[in-house]
């Protein structure tokens, strides 16, 4: 275990350690010829939908990390050689990751009796289970030996498809790898002698690079890159400008890293700190009710609600603002606004257990909703942003009439704009019971119950105490890091607290309730916490329990809508009319992380510096920008600084506990530009000439693609290969999201050449490169079993022209120029145009299984769209950017009126019985061989027959017989989706133009 300082450079393993070794070459790696992108997106998926199970989340909020599977992978991928067996290279690579069915059956978990009775046969049923077992509620039969079971678990789970399989499954990196038989199978393709994760990395990378590889990540944020680095062997960087994603990073490394001994401390320590600020608490009586006389016990709260008050404009009544007043759907409690007149204002009245109407009726009571207020007393509604007096004072960017909140103000003031009342508290009252089990044994059973209560008198006066003991407190608790003191700096995401609000501090995004438990959380931590290691382990807690616990979470969420989301539910920080506080007892999910132990079988260097300052030598950089990126990391991460800063600097005096706005690597502008290629020159400069790269980024579109290729070009890089892998949708059925939800891999070298060329070569060389870079795809590619998506070949033709354009230098294209011109928005560099002719010529290549490739020559751009969109429909993909994409490929301008649906998650095509008698015409799609096969195939499904339709053929296809046999072709690949279960929706139109192209064959003049 590693103190919290900066480490010294690991030093490199003396000659005599390092065994002979294979010549060191620069030959292409796995990941640069192919890699299994579709296995890859559902195995990243089914990590992020572990949720709080995942190895390193627990330490605390960070946005955008990627998926320990595919740092894993992509690390892998530039290790493994390309051999000229790219069918055995890729079993390898599954074998490695336990993505094979060997490797599954390794990671199986105990698939449940119901779901084995479902998927086995009507024999095996009869054989295995009770008779009285369903599909809902199965039991084996009793006696049946532990062998059988396991068999059948093994039968099971193997006819499964890949999607099915994850649920029932170990994530790669909670086993210790591949299997005995796979490690042989391994080093027979490799000729290594290893039998771990560990010694292979440590193979690959002296056969490569002389010696074990070195892996840095210059934008490490909440750490993936350099954590999966190290545990499985390399010799690991993370550097960050951000303390934050630094300090996460480091956690990462030592804290989960750090071993079961460590592991056994911070265990400890928390729980010392949670009980002492439990007994604190205790002792205040800040959540205890006066003790039931007859029982005896306390009823505790374990969660405060709060909103805002504002005064009506038009009435002068004083309103409380909530979006809805039913606060807990299942428990059946609502919140009734009580006038009373002689204050002009309301108190509340709490109800249990109402009847659903009432709840109804409570749903659609809310006072404010579309940023306005709605006057229960007068019924009249006005903008929140007239009630700010935005544009008419002299408060922030707004002009507003809000009054600036002071370093000293931990509340409204009583004639703020908006003030601020406690409307609701849930009392949870627990207790024990002895009875008598089914073996008439005594045992001791708890006991809970929760009440939803209006704040009486005594409770207001427990909220006024709260805030004197605050009070007490906060100038030594500020100076000495125990709670924020820190100034909101403006920006995109923390101006509108101020516009908002009128907050002008950190701590003013926390009520007096959340600051004193807060804050004792981290004055007891620097009491309890006797050496670095736990000192962070426990900051990070408090800083999980600030974003769980601030003005900024809202009430009414999860299944039951009766929980409290985190303030960082998205990459914003929304200011809330309504928001809740968490007593101590539901602290203890956000106090506790839920983290593995992992065993660091590399080492690890960690440190809060400027990309453009790295100093360390890497062999491979693996790093995920903000490049395009709409997060606001810089600013959003201040939230958590204001805890942390005083700790870091004494923790880490060599970092700055500054987020260094300034210096952050964002936006899209010229010095965005400058900066990122200064700091991707400066890690072209610290890899070796056989270094490998990869940028990871989301997809967006062609000038995105085109501005990235430039920054790279110019920072002395060229592409290998790119892959796309979704890392935040589910990886099979109704996609979520457009192309936003995939992150791409771009896999680059240094640039080697001097050699110059022309633009019209490079048009030619792209196409050749798109099409081989396609057909290797496609014969790589298993039917049963895909490792490439639609989208897929698509963005192989963005690698591809990537892959010609940043080979060598172009006479016509002047990167430095290029960079720095401003366009029109619908202006087109020359770089952009040829990504979208790549495109082109992918779309043109592609032509869809079971039509004919002369025919489809043949036809129009609008046709090639909709039958191509078919099949890819046909896959199960309704992301509208995916046909958007596909339009562009084809020059599609307009393709709307062949869309049933245009919603970004539902995208599809019109069957023949959605377009009807529409779009029929002498001019584009409505004249095309396509349409009047689709009006033939509505006619019939009208007629029941075939004669209407076959005549509308005759009378309408100029030179009929000419076409004859491509209308058969459409409409035979139209009646192969009767065959699809997902293409439902076409099964009638598909039978019927079966029987359209059975009728047009059977046709003789």
């Not at 292409?28 to 010829?33: A, H, P």
């Not at 890497?618 to 997060?631: G, H, L, N, S």
């Amino acid at each position: 275990m590693s103190a919290p300082t900066e480490s010294s450079s690991p030093t490199p393993a003396a000659a005599s350690d390092v065994p002979e070794l294979a010549e060191v070459g620069s030959d292409l790696t796995f990941i640069e010829t192919q890699f299994p992108v579709s296995k890859m997106s559902k195995e990243s998926y089914a990590e992020r939908r572990a949720n709080q199970s995942q190895t390193i989340t627990g330490l605390g909020k960070w946005w955008g990390r990627k998926p320990l599977v595919l740092c894993r992978s992509a690390i892998l991928g530039l290790l493994l050689p390309a051999t000229d067996d790219p069918r055995k290279d890729r079993e390898t690579f599954l074998r490695l990751m336990t993505m094979d069915d060997d490797g599954m059956l390794k990671r199986i978990k105990s698939i449940p009796q119901k779901v084995l009775y479902a998927h086995l046969p009507p024999g095996d049923r009869a054989k295995y289970f009770t008779p009285d077992s369903t599909e809902k509620k199965a039991r084996f039969q009793k006696g049946l030996k532990r062998e059988v079971k396991d068999e059948l678990q093994r039968r099971v789970f193997l006819s499964m498809s890949y999607d099915d399989r994850l649920d029932y499954c170990l994530r790669p990196e909670q086993i210790d790898g591949p299997t005995g038989a796979s490690w042989k199978a391994v080093n027979a393709h490799l000729g290594t002698d290893v039998h771990s994760i560990p010694e292979l990395i440590a193979e690959l990378g002296k056969r490569r690079f002389g010696h074990i590889p070195r892996v840095g990540d210059s934008f490490c944020g909440g750490g993936s890159i350099p954590f999966e680095a190290a545990r499985i062997g390399c010799v690991a960087y993370g550097s960050d400008l951000n303390p934050v994603g630094t300090l996460q990073t480091w956690a990462a490394i030592n804290i989960i890293g750090g071993g079961e001994k460590l592991a056994t401390q911070i265990r400890k320590v928390q729980r010392a700190v949670f009980d002492a600020v439990d007994e604190q608490i205790t002792q205040w009586g800040i959540e205890h009710r006066d003790p039931d006389p007859d029982t005896g016990r306390r009823w505790r709260a374990d969660a405060f609600l709060y909103c805002s008050e504002c005064v009506c404009p038009e009435c002068g009544w004083r309103v409380p603002l909530a979006p809805t007043w039913a606060i807990a759907p299942t428990s059946r409690a609502v919140v009734r606004l009580v006038p009373v007149p002689e204050r002009k204002s309301f108190d509340f009245e709490v109800l249990n257990d109402v009847p659903p109407e009432d709840l109804a009726a409570a749903a659609d009571a809310g006072t404010t909703g579309d940023s306005e207020l709605r006057c229960p007393h007068c019924n009249e509604k006005t903008p929140l942003h007239a009630i700010r007096g935005d544009g008419r004072g002299t408060f922030g960017d707004s002009r507003s009439l809000l009054r600036p909140w002071t370093q000293t103000d931990i509340a409204p003031a009583h004639d703020d704009i908006f003030g601020e009342r406690l409307y609701c508290i849930r009392w949870v009252d627990t207790w024990t019971e002895w009875e008598t089990n089914s073996r008439g044994e005594q045992v001791e059973k708890t006991f809970s119950e929760r009440l939803f209560r209006a704040p009486t008198s005594t409770d207001l006066e427990r909220e006024r105490f709260v805030q004197e003991l605050l009070s007490q407190r906060s100038s030594e608790w500020q100076a000495r890091g125990f709670i924020p003191s820190r100034t909101i700096e403006p920006g995109s995401e923390t101006t509108r607290l101020g516009r908002e609000r009128g907050w002008t501090h950190w701590h003013h995004l926390f009520n007096p309730r959340q600051l004193l438990i807060n804050g004792l959380f981290a004055e007891r931590s620097f009491a309890l916490s006797q050496n670095p290691d736990l000192q962070v382990a426990t900051l990070l807690g408090v800083g999980r329990c600030a974003d769980w616990n601030s003005r900024l979470c809202r009430w009414g969420t999860g299944a039951a809508r009766e929980s409290i989301a985190q303030t960082f539910s998205n990459q914003a920080l929304n200011t809330l009319v309504s928001y809740a506080s968490k007593g101590h007892a539901l602290l203890d999910g956000s106090w506790f992380p839920i983290s593995p132990v992992c065993e660091m079988a590399g080492t690890a260097e960690v440190t809060a510096i400027d990309a453009r300052e790295v100093n360390w030598d890497a062999d491979i950089w693996i790093t995920d920008p903000p490049y395009a990126d709409a997060v606001n990391y810089h600013e959003l991460s201040e939230f958590f600084l204001a805890w942390y800063d005083l700790t870091i600097r004494r923790l880490f005096p060599a970092w700055s506990a500054d987020s260094k706005r300034a210096l952050a690597v964002s936006g899209s502008d010229e010095s965005f530009t400058s900066a990122m290629i200064q700091c991707y020159s400066r890690l072209a400069e610290r890899m070796p000439p056989d270094g490998v790269q990869i940028v990871m980024f989301t997809h967006q579109d062609a000038s995105v693609w085109a501005n990235l290729a430039l920054i790279l070009w110019a920072a002395g890089l060229r592409v290998t290969a790119a892959w796309c892998v979704q890392t935040e949708r589910e990886a099979s059925g109704t996609r979520e999201g457009n192309y936003v939800q995939g992150t791409v891999l771009l896999v680059l070298r240094r640039q080697t050449t001097t050699e110059t060329t022309f633009l019209d070569e490079v048009y030619q060389d792209v196409e050749a490169e798109v099409r081989s870079q396609l057909d290797v795809m496609r014969d790589l590619d298993d039917a049963r079993d895909p490792s490439f998506g639609d989208t897929d070949y698509q963005l192989a033709a963005y690698a591809a022209a990537l892959r010609v354009l940043t080979s060598r230098r172009i006479e016509e294209i002047d990167v430095a120029y290029e960079l720095r011109r401003a366009r029109s928005s619908d202006e087109k560099s020359a770089v952009e145009e040829l990504i979208e002719n790549a495109v082109r010529i992918a779309c043109d290549h592609l032509v869809p299984r079971g039509v004919d490739s002369h025919f489809w020559k043949l036809m129009t751009p609008a046709e090639r769209f909709y039958l191509k969109g078919i099949e890819i429909e046909s896959h199960g993909e309704y992301r509208s950017g995916v046909y958007q994409e596909l339009a562009r490929g084809f020059r599609l301008n307009e393709y709307t009126l062949l869309l049933a649906s245009i919603k970004a998650n539902k995208t599809r095509l019109k069957t023949a019985a959605e377009f009807g008698r529409r779009e029929l015409g002498f001019d584009g799609f409505g004249s095309t061989l396509v349409r009047h096969a689709l009006f033939a195939i509505y006619r019939t499904t009208q007629t029941e027959g075939t004669r209407e339709g076959l005549q509308w053929l005759h009378d309408e296809v100029s030179e009929y017989w000419a076409s004859r046999e491509r209308l058969i072709a459409i409409l035979e690949y139209l009646a192969t989706l009767g065959k699809n279960a997902s293409m439902e929706h076409w099964h009638v139109d598909a039978h019927a133009a079966d029987l359209m192209a059975g009728a047009v064959s059977n046709d003789h003049v």
